[in-house]
């Protein structure tokens, strides 16, 4: 997933997209495409990005593009969902995850297959895990009874999720950097409780069924690369660093 404009992080840096830096001599969206290419559970892969963008340009004819008009990470989705007329559901990586391994996928793609059902099933990674292993990585985590933990890159999605239940998805999208539009989706109650980490995994997947119309699942990623994005500076330099003290695996990605 690489349909989005150039962020803010892309624009202090001077690069077209954040998914064209460069971490460990390659840019981070042919590193992560290639831990993709290399998990051996998955089928076609798809690159979804801005028609005739930075993204297409630096691919060129090494990947399937699909290009939806839509900017939007719903459109981009319906649009490779178009492409493949014949899938009912797809994986979603996206293109921020530099040290992601095929090992992390393989786990994930297994993981979501035992959940044929869901509409929605979302990856998720125990925050300590990726504190432990980048220490200078910035994260957020959401604290519930079973743990804290941290969201990651994965999500795997059905067609019919994305044809019916859409624009809730989007709804919920846009209200989350907002505490008021966040209460008035999810309800006071259940955000202060949110807020307090007494809900447990189970009653966070029960509310947003309720939400999003469709049947959701959830997947505890035992890797920390999952629950590692980059999204400042900071961010950055911790994967240029990672994969300097760690070359080899580094590259893995």
Same mark, same amino acid.
């Given at each position: 997933?690489?349909?989005?404009?150039?962020c803010?992080?892309?624009?202090?840096?001077?690069?077209?997209?954040?998914?064209?830096?460069?971490? #460990?001599?390659?840019? %981070?969206?042919?590193?992560?495409?290639?831990?993709?290419?290399?998990?051996?559970?998955l089928? =076609?892969?798809?690159?979804?990005?801005?028609?005739?963008?930075?993204?297409a340009?630096?691919l060129?004819d090494?990947?399937?593009?699909?290009?939806p008009?839509?900017?939007?990470?719903?459109?981009?989705?319906?649009?490779?969902?178009?492409?493949?007329?014949?899938?009912?559901?797809?994986l979603?990586?996206?293109?921020d %995850?530099?040290?992601?391994?095929?090992?992390?996928?393989c786990?994930?793609?297994?993981?979501?297959?035992r959940w044929?059902?869901a509409d929605l099933?979302?990856?998720?990674?125990?925050?300590?895990?990726? &504190?432990? &292993?980048?220490?200078?990585?910035?994260?957020?985590? !959401?604290?519930? &009874? =079973? #743990?804290?933990?941290?969201?990651?890159g994965?999500?795997?999605?059905?067609?019919?999720?994305?044809? =019916?239940?859409?624009?809730?998805? %989007?709804?919920?999208?846009?209200?989350?950097?907002?505490?008021?539009?966040?209460?008035r989706?999810l309800g006071y109650?259940?955000?202060?409780?949110?807020?307090? #980490?007494?809900?447990s995994?189970?009653? !966070?997947?029960d509310?947003?069924?309720?939400l999003? #119309?469709?049947?959701c699942?959830?997947?505890?990623?035992p890797?920390?690369?999952?629950?590692f994005?980059?999204?400042?500076?900071?961010?950055?330099a911790?994967?240029?660093?990672?994969?300097?003290?760690?070359?080899? =695996?580094?590259?893995?990605?």
């Amino acid at each position: 997933m690489a349909n989005g404009a150039a962020c803010k992080l892309a624009r202090k840096l001077d690069v077209p997209h954040k998914a064209l830096l460069d971490v #460990g001599g390659a840019a %981070m969206i042919d590193r992560v495409l290639q831990a993709v290419r290399d998990c051996p559970d998955l089928g =076609e892969v798809v690159v979804s990005c801005l028609p005739d963008g930075p993204i297409a340009r630096h691919l060129g004819d090494g990947a399937a593009l699909a290009q939806p008009t839509d900017p939007t990470f719903l459109g981009g989705i319906a649009e490779g969902f178009r492409l493949l007329p014949d899938m009912n559901r797809a994986l979603l990586v996206t293109c921020d %995850m530099p040290l992601l391994t095929p090992d992390a996928i393989c786990y994930f793609a297994r993981e979501a297959a035992r959940w044929p059902d869901a509409d929605l099933v979302y990856g998720m990674v125990d925050v300590h895990l990726t &504190r432990e &292993r980048y220490p200078d990585a910035r994260r957020t985590a !959401i604290k519930m &009874r =079973e #743990g804290n933990y941290t969201a990651s890159g994965f999500s795997v999605v059905s067609r019919r999720f994305v044809e =019916e239940c859409g624009p809730k998805l %989007m709804a919920a999208f846009h209200a989350r950097k907002s505490k008021f539009a966040m209460a008035r989706l999810l309800g006071y109650s259940f955000l202060a409780r949110l807020a307090l #980490g007494t809900l447990s995994l189970h009653q !966070i997947i029960d509310r947003a069924e309720e939400l999003l #119309g469709g049947r959701c699942a959830a997947v505890s990623i035992p890797y920390p690369e999952c629950g590692f994005d980059v999204d400042s500076e900071a961010d950055l330099a911790a994967a240029r660093a990672f994969c300097e003290r760690v070359p080899a =695996e580094g590259e893995s990605a």
